[in-house]
């Protein structure tokens, strides 16, 4: 069964404490994986989207990569204003191009 | 500003009551969704429409309906069979299948209680 688990359910750190979160997935094979933010009562932001073992995105603070079987969210020097939820999600090659399968989230807080 | 709205934001309904959710988008994509999301879980697929006039069920179709007459509107009805509606709601949109999986694109939800 196509199955993601992110890790840990909850992280907090100082401001300034880097640190990286982590999606595990279980999928017959692997079209994408998406990233995305949350803040309370909004919906989900787009933050990325990994193709390949290998490949890497960076988007001020944040870098995504991606490996066979799992992908991180690197928050380097994260900020107050980092805080929030962060949702990832799969696309499995033996469903169609838009079911996508999601993780239940990792919230993210950051102290000052 | 292109983007996807959702109304009401919030939404009360009373047991037995059908209620209709809105969701427009003026991004001009091609597809559309409806999520619920509860509390420690994963977002959850009712429905997913590709173009006008055809939608196709997700995980949990069981109780809702939707309709898809045009290109910016998906709206979601919420029926009295629906078991436990309690829960947020969110839509989203996609441009047409690229290389691999659509991003898909937010709109603010709404959050949908029964009394």
Redesign the interface.
């Known amino acids: 069964e196509d199955q993601v688990t992110q890790s840990p359910e909850a992280l907090r750190l100082q401001e300034g404490e880097s640190s990286s979160l982590n999606c595990s997935y279980t999928v017959s094979g692997l079209r994408g994986l998406f990233w995305y933010r949350q803040d309370p009562g909004k919906g989900p932001e787009f933050l990325f989207t990994l193709y390949s073992a290998g490949e890497e995105k960076e988007k001020e603070r944040l870098k995504a990569t991606l490996t066979k079987k799992e992908s991180f969210l690197h928050i380097t020097a994260p900020k107050p204003e980092d805080s929030a939820t962060y949702l990832c999600a799969v696309n499995p090659y033996l469903r169609s191009n838009y079911q996508l399968i999601w993780g239940a989230g990792t919230k993210l807080i950051i102290k000052p | 500003d292109g983007g996807?709205t959702?109304s009401p934001k919030y939404l009360f309904r009373k047991e037995g009551q059908n209620v209709t959710l809105s969701c427009e988008q003026n991004l001009n994509h091609d597809?559309m969704?409806w999520y619920r999301q509860d509390p420690?879980?994963?977002?959850?697929?009712i429905y997913?429409s590709?173009i006008v006039n055809d939608f196709?069920k997700?995980d949990i179709a069981e109780g809702y309906s939707v309709s898809r007459e045009k290109k910016e509107s998906f709206p979601l009805t919420v029926t009295s069979a629906q078991k436990n509606p309690t829960a947020f709601y969110?839509c989203?949109s996609?441009a047409a299948?690229g290389?691999?999986?659509?991003?898909?694109?937010?709109?603010?939800?709404t959050?949908l209680t029964v009394l």
């Not at chain 2, 420690?40 to 697929?45: E, V, Y």
């Not at chain 2, 691999?100 to 937010?106: D, K, L, R, S, V």
């Open positions: 996807i959702q597809a969704y420690g879980q994963g977002l959850r697929l997913y590709q196709q997700g969110l989203a996609s299948s290389r691999a999986g659509n991003e898909q694109f937010f709109g603010p939800g959050r």
